[in-house]
Antibody, heavy 120, light 107 residues
Framework: QVQLVESGGGVVQPGGSLRLSCAAS????????MHWVRQAPGKGLEWVAF????????NYADSVKGRFTISRDNSKKMMYMQMNSLRAEDTAVYYC?????????????WGKGTTVTVSS | EIVLTQSPGTLSLSPGERATLSCRAS??????LAWYQQKPGQAPRLLIH???NRATGIPARFSGSGSGTDFTLTISSLEPEDFAVYYC?????????FGGGTKVEIK
């Protein structure tokens, strides 16, 4: 079945770095755009970044632009998020999500999430 | 950035009742709006895309309508498993944005 599994979350100090991973299975990974979406504790959803199916186009939320970098390795069916210069406000559950079939700009499959805590 | 405002913040209803959730956009998003359901401790689930198209496996009691700036998610008869938080999301412009959510709780 279609599955997304995130990993790489943890506790990091402000200013630190972390790399999240998303392992995909059960679908033709190379054919779909992919997203990262986050949710701060007790808050709503915030879209973070998108990468086109072939990696040729990337979009970021203003809140992470210049600090986060999204990437993918289609040969490994993996997506990544390199997070640098982390701030307390980056504390959240980070979800990996697959772009929709009719449009990549919806998220039709979600992982269970990985928790990032930025604290000294 | 397009701001999506959802109302009400909380909806208190009984099983079997009809739920009507609203999402208003700060500018036209055409029909490029989706709805998601999220239960506590779980990831969101896509319900509706392009304003009125049910995602795969979504029951017919869920329906979406609207275009431009005003959208509605209707649950025709609430089942116990429908009590959750619902979010709208637009794909008309980057950055993609979500509404703040509507919690549907048991009355």
């Amino acid at each position: 079945q279609v599955q997304l599994v995130e990993s790489g979350g943890g506790v990091v100090q402000p200013g630190g770095s972390l790399r999240l991973s998303c392992a995909a299975s059960g679908f033709t990974f190379v054919s779909y755009g992919m997203h990262w979406v986050r949710q701060a504790p007790g808050k709503g959803l915030e879209w973070v970044a998108f990468i086109r199916y072939d990696g040729s186009n990337k979009n970021y939320a203003d809140s992470v632009k210049g600090r986060f970098t999204i990437s993918r390795d289609n040969s490994k069916k993996m997506m990544y998020m390199q997070m640098n210069s982390l701030r307390a406000e980056d504390t959240a559950v980070y979800y990996c999500a697959k772009g929709g079939t009719t449009s990549s700009d919806y998220m039709d499959v979600w992982g269970k999430g990985t928790t990032v805590t930025v604290s000294s | 950035e397009i701001v999506l405002t959802q109302s009400p913040g909380t909806l208190s209803l009984s099983p079997g009742e009809r739920a009507t959730l609203s999402c208003r956009a700060s500018q036209s998003v055409s029909s490029y709006l989706a709805w998601y359901q999220q239960k506590p401790g779980q990831a969101p689930r896509l319900l509706i895309h392009d304003a009125s198209n049910r995602a795969t496996g979504i029951p017919a009691r869920f329906s979406g309508s609207g275009s431009g700036t005003d959208f509605t998610l209707t649950i025709s008869s609430l089942e116990p498993e429908d009590f959750a938080v619902y979010y709208c999301q637009q794909r008309s412009n980057w950055p993609l944005t979500f509404g703040g959510g509507t919690k549907v709780e048991i009355k």
